[in-house]
Nanobody, 123 residues
């Protein structure tokens, strides 16, 4: 049973920073592609970024240059460092995992999901 648990969400002022973490259990973490998605109220869930087992990374244009994804295979964690946060970054952030070495940017390609963590950016 693969389980993903996000942490680190909260309230932050615009321009501030926040760090999310996702801890994974129940599978060989190093062989999975890991991703972050987010869903704002009234919106569809959208892709944020992803990282392959060997460190290949792709960011959505909305977060490029502000967010940094990283993974620690020995600790089975993936992190999301968010800087220069904007009001429009407010959303529930989800961690997702998919077996294999391909980087996907669509949610339908990911089989495993965390419960989400709320990020609220205030003015």
């Amino acid at each position: 049973q693969v389980q993903l648990v996000e942490s680190g969400g909260g309230l932050v002022q615009a321009g501030g920073s926040l760090r999310l973490a996702c801890t994974v259990s129940g599978h060989t973490f190093s062989t999975y592609t890991m991703a972050w998605f987010r869903q704002a109220p009234g919106n569809e869930r959208e892709y944020v970024c992803a990282i392959t087992w060997h460190g290949g990374i792709y960011y959505a244009s909305a977060v490029q240059g502000r967010f940094t994804i990283s993974r620690h295979n020995t600790k089975s964690t993936v992190n999301l460092e968010m800087n220069s946060l904007k009001l429009e970054d407010t959303a529930v952030y989800y961690c997702a995992a998919q077996p294999g070495y391909t980087l996907y940017a669509t949610e339908t390609q990911y089989d495993y999901w965390g419960q989400g963590t709320q990020v609220t950016v205030a003015s």
